[in-house]
Structures are given as structure tokens and as C-alpha cells.
T-cell receptor, first 113, second 114 residues
């Protein structure tokens, strides 16, 4: 089955700096890669996703890149703000959607004031 | 308000006592899933459903059952809970428009099995 590795497990950055979280996947058939943000005491919230027919997608301060050859994808957050502090999860699926999502173990992002 | 609701939010039970965690969504989504979240292991999918009466196993289905008799409800059943099922459980629903999809998670149910 699919295996998703996520790094780092904890990331501390100064407010205003950029943050990058990286994930690798094992199943070359995977074609859907969402990213979720989980705040304390809440369920994960989808923040951006990318499908295997594109290499990059942006939404304001958030961007995701995908390298199918290397089987890795990354989340980039620019101009970080205190409200970006949360746990971020990457995931991969070969079903084109939410059936059979495999998650990374999460990255705790800390924004230092 | 569009949302996924779960009940109960917190539950303490004893080994072997059957329990059901309910999940309901008001967005008319076709897809629904159950996950468990454990420290150091992240989110793992238990079961998912692609529509009414259509369910399939996720990564960790042992010890769980689900049913999808109505589109809006997707209960998670633990017939004989054991302590290793102590966890934080999330229900999620989603829909697809072409190749675009958004998955919505419920607030979570924290279960302790003694």
C-alpha cells in the first residue's frame, strides 16, 4: 500500500519568514495530494490540494509543488503569521479523491513572534 | 451552516461494551470517511463510503463496522471495544465537481476504552 513520509515533524520560523514542509510517497499510481491544517481541538481542514497533472498550485500565501518523478510534494507558506501556527498534514491517494487517503504523520508549525 | 457533526464528542466505556459514534453531514456529499488519530501515527483511514450502501475498508478496519443507509449518516460501530481502540476519531465528508474536491472533517470524538 501507499506510504507517506513527512518532514520535519516540528518547524519553528520567525513571523514573516517562509515555511516549507516536505512529503514523499511510495505509490507511483497516487494522483491526488491534499494538505490539511489542524488547529488545537479541531478537525483537519483542507487548505490546498494538487493533482498529478499539474506541477504547482498557489492560493494567496500558500503554494504546493509536486515532482512526480521524484515522488515528492511540498507545502510553502510565505509571510507567515501567528495564525499559521498549527499541525499540518500531507496526504496521498491513488483514487483521485478521498477514497484511500494515506496521511503523513504531521508537522507542528510554530510561528515565533 | 454546512457542517459535519459527530456524537458523542467524548466517551468513556469499558472493554466489550458495544458502542456507536454517529456522524451526519448536511451538505449532500456522496463521500464519507472515518479516521482515527493517534500520537506519532497521524491520521489513519478506517472505512470510507462512496455512496449509499457502498462502503470499503481503509487502512485499519479491524474491530470496526460502518453502515451507509442514508446519504447524510455514516455511523461507526465498535461491536466489542478494546483498549487499543482508545483514540481520537474523525468523520469526514466530501464531494467532487469534475476533478475538484473538498473534504470536510467533523470536530472529533475522543474515546477511552478501559
Amino acid at each position: 500500500g501507499e506510504n507517506v513520509e513527512q518532514h520535519p515533524s516540528t518547524l519553528s520560523v520567525q513571523e514573516g519568514d517562509s515555511a516549507v514542509i516536505k512529503c514523499t510517497y511510495s505509490d507511483s499510481a497516487s494522483n491526488y495530494f491534499p494538505w490539511y491544517k489542524q488547529e488545537l481541538g479541531k478537525g483537519p481542514q483542507l487548505i490546498i490540494d494538487i493533482r498529478s497533472n499539474v506541477g504547482e498550485k498557489k492560493d494567496q500565501r500558500i503554494a504546493v509543488t509536486l515532482n512526480k518523478t521524484a515522488k515528492h510534494f511540498s507545502l510553502h507558506i510565505t509571510e507567515t503569521q501567528p495564525e499559521d501556527s498549527a499541525v499540518y498534514f500531507c496526504a496521498a491517494s491513488s483514487g483521485g479523491g478521498a477514497d484511500g487517503l494515506t496521511f503523513g504523520k504531521g508537522t507542528h508549525l510554530i510561528i515565533q513572534p | 451552516e454546512a457542517q459535519v457533526t459527530q456524537n458523542p464528542r467524548y466517551l468513556i466505556t469499558v472493554t466489550g461494551k458495544k458502542l456507536t459514534v454517529t456522524c451526519s453531514q448536511n451538505m449532500n456529499h456522496e463521500y464519507m470517511s472515518w479516521y482515527r488519530q493517534d500520537p506519532g501515527l497521524g491520521l489513519r483511514q478506517i472505512y470510507y463510503s462512496m455512496n449509499v450502501e457502498v462502503t470499503d475498508k481503509g487502512d485499519v478496519p479491524e474491530g470496526y463496522k460502518v453502515s451507509r443507509k442514508e446519504k447524510r449518516n455514516f455511523p461507526l460501530i465498535l461491536e466489542s471495544p478494546s483498549p487499543n481502540q482508545t483514540s481520537l476519531y474523525f468523520c469526514a465528508s466530501s464531494f467532487r465537481r469534475g476533478r475538484q474536491e473538498t473534504q470536510y472533517f467533523g470536530p472529533g470524538t475522543r474515546l477511552l476504552v478501559l
